[in-house]
């Protein structure tokens, strides 16, 4: 039984049937239907209105945000520069194993409901359950996160005490949700070219490090000096050894929080054009990109500034004003006049991507939730342009939450959320990879072979495994310092505790509250459904490929250059 009152029905019906003829093939209509009362509803189909160009420009948009900009000064003052390096890369090569066991089971079956119900179909209603409101528990909490990060970067020009923060909250969250309500076009469209100009100001700003560690700012070559002095590795909590050990583990969190976001791709699927190909594109581009945009840019950064930094928000306590980014930072200690003003209005540009995306993606996952019976059916609701009304209207109430910086520090809210994103995104990547386990189980029991996929993870079924592993160590170990007792740290700290392991029993409560009142049972690899809908999809993905075929013969489609094939196409 559906755990929401509704009728148990076939996973099938997750995707909706293709009308016999279209015009356009992102021009799909939202029909009505009447219910059991005879009111006229609006029908609860997505529109596919995200092209290509927009799912890759959302896949990067939504993992370069406040972790990688804001998050990294604070993981750089804790541990320094070798550290953060190290975890960085680590890390990203978790993302990467993550993200390509996602991609195999989104090139094979494109669902409307993402990885929720490649859960629920390949592995245990349970877990897709599960996941599902995890993955919304963690974006209705990341929203009002961008939120308290744009408030605490225009604190770089206007303190607190001069303005609140509750001002620039409720612009920014006024903004965020009418760009969500005006449709899916329009939000890739918007997305995309926000999206754009942050690739190319991340560029910038990795650019300008690399001459700000050469001299080439103010004369002063500093290369590796700050490696030096005051080092590469500083202390956390103990000396020596071990601190330096604790250290670099604690900016394990951060380097999570910084990438969380990369696999929203996931979600897309349901509103993407020809999904077998620009999701796999998207995915395996990860790779690159996460070499180019986080291993190098904080490589640099620990060039430009020490670890003791007195401009680093999170280095004193005392330092309430100064620089919210350590890219602003380094602006400023190469002594470079008015740039770390335009970067730091650039970086708010940055968290307001950030925040719209993660509105749109809570939004989704709600109304996936409602489609498979598993949330009130009212939230799987959309109006006549294909948006989640309602879905869209009860993840903006949880926004809401950045209101507590009203009354507390931005800083110090700002690392409560950090500490309850993580854990609900580590939560995340340990269903998708789990999913995918029984997924390759699945597809080997029922004849699946490997020629046969658009998309095979590289490593297979080892690398979901080892990085299953390493996301569960860090789960588990991610608040160690909560634990710990010293004149510096005093006694136990049950706020981090709570915000740091809230998720794990949340978690698993779901998992077996929903085994317990709905009686089902986990699936064998012969029961996965691997098929349901599959025919639908390939259908409309070749007419798609058909309509693209016959505009580039009338001479409407475009083709991208080769110059940028070639040297870009990578990297955007």
């Given at each position: 039984m559906a755990i929401f009152g509704r009728k148990k029905r076939s996973v099938s019906s997750d995707e909706s049937p293709i009308p016999e003829t279209k015009e356009e093939y992102t021009q799909d209509v939202a029909e009505t239907h009447h219910d059991s009362h005879g009111v006229e509803a609006i029908d609860e189909k997505l529109q596919r209105g995200l092209k290509a160009r927009h799912i890759t420009m959302i896949a990067i948009g939504g993992a370069i945000g406040t972790g990688l900009i804001i998050g990294t000064g604070q993981a750089l003052a804790r541990a320094g520069p070798g550290s953060i390096f190290i975890s960085y890369t680590s890390v990203g090569f978790l993302v990467f194993l993550v993200m390509c066991a996602l991609?195999?089971?989104?090139?094979?079956?494109?669902?409307?409901?993402?990885?929720?119900?490649?859960?629920?179909?390949?592995?245990?209603?349970?877990?897709?359950?599960?996941?599902?409101?995890?993955?919304?528990?963690?974006?209705?909490?990341?929203?009002?996160?961008?939120?308290?990060?744009?408030?605490?970067?225009?604190?770089?020009?206007?303190?607190?005490?001069?303005?609140?923060?509750?001002?620039?909250?409720t612009v920014?969250?006024?903004?965020?949700?009418?760009?969500?309500?005006?449709?899916?076009?329009?939000?890739?469209?918007?997305?995309?070219?926000?999206?754009?100009?942050?690739?190319?100001?991340?560029?910038?700003?990795?650019?300008?490090?690399?001459?700000i560690a050469l001299g080439g700012a103010d004369g002063d070559r500093r290369g590796f000096r700050y490696w030096k002095n005051p080092g590469a590795f500083n202390?956390?909590?103990?000396?020596?050894?071990?601190?330096?050990?604790?250290?670099?583990?604690?900016?394990?969190?951060?380097?999570?929080?910084?990438?969380?976001?990369?696999?929203?791709?996931?979600?897309?699927?349901?509103?993407?054009?020809?999904?077998?190909?620009?999701?796999?594109?998207?995915?395996?581009?990860?790779?690159?990109?996460?070499?180019?945009?986080?291993?190098?840019?904080?490589?640099?950064?620990?060039?430009?500034?020490?670890?003791?930094?007195?401009?680093?928000?999170f280095a004193t306590k005392a330092a309430n004003n100064a620089s919210a980014s350590p890219f602003v930072v380094a602006i400023k200690l190469a002594h470079i006049k008015y740039l770390d003003q335009i970067l730091n209005g650039c970086i708010l540009l940055f968290v307001f991507s950030a925040a719209n995306s993660d509105l749109y993606i809570a939004s989704r996952t709600i109304y996936g939730l409602a489609k498979e019976g598993k949330a009130p059916r009212f939230l799987a609701k959309t109006d006549r342009r294909g948006v989640p009304i309602y879905a869209l209207g009860l993840s903006t109430l949880f926004a809401l939450l950045a209101y507590l910086n009203v009354a507390d520090d931005s800083k110090i809210v700002f690392g409560y959320f950090v500490n309850l994103v993580t854990i609900f995104g580590l939560l995340t990547w340990i269903s998708i990879l789990v999913t995918h386990i029984y997924f390759v189980k699945a597809r080997r029991a029922q004849g699946v072979e490997d020629h046969m996929l658009a998309f095979k993870a590289p490593l297979g079924v080892p690398g979901s495994y080892g990085a299953l592993v390493f996301c569960c160590i860090i789960a588990f170990f991610k608040s160690f310092q909560v634990f710990t007792k010293s004149p510096t740290y005093g006694s136990f700290d049950y706020k981090n505790f709570i915000t740091g392991y809230l998720g794990i029993p949340l978690y698993l409560i779901m998992i077996f509250g929903y085994k317990l009142i709905t009686k089902e049972k986990g699936l064998s690899p012969m029961e996965a459904?691997?098929?349901?809908?599959?025919?639908a999809i390939d259908d409309e993905e070749a007419e798609f490929l058909a309509a693209k075929a016959a505009r580039q013969r009338n001479g409407n489609g475009k083709q991208a250059g080769w110059f940028y094939r070639t040297f870009l196409s990578w990297l955007f």
């Open positions: 991609g195999e089971m989104a090139a094979w079956l494109p669902l409307s409901s993402g990885f929720t119900g490649y859960a629920t179909r390949f592995c245990d209603p349970a877990l897709g359950f599960a996941l599902g409101w995890t993955y919304w528990f963690k974006y209705i909490i990341v929203t009002p996160n961008q939120l308290t990060a744009a408030a605490l970067v225009i604190q770089y020009w206007l303190p607190r005490d001069r303005v609140n923060p509750g001002v620039w909250i920014f969250l006024v903004l965020i949700v009418s760009i969500n309500y005006f449709g899916i076009r329009f939000f890739g469209e918007f997305e995309f070219w926000l999206s754009s100009f942050k690739v190319i100001v991340i560029i910038g700003v990795i650019i300008l490090s690399l001459v202390t956390y909590i103990a000396t020596g050894d071990k601190g330096r050990f604790l250290a670099f583990w604690s900016t394990m969190v951060t380097a999570t929080f910084a990438y969380l976001g990369t696999e929203l791709v996931g979600v897309t699927v349901g509103e993407a054009q020809n999904p077998r190909k620009t999701i796999p594109r998207a995915i395996k581009l990860t790779f690159y990109r996460i070499l180019f945009f986080y291993c190098l840019s904080v490589f640099l950064l620990g060039m430009c500034v020490p670890y003791n930094s007195k401009d680093l928000v459904d691997l098929f349901s809908g599959k025919q």
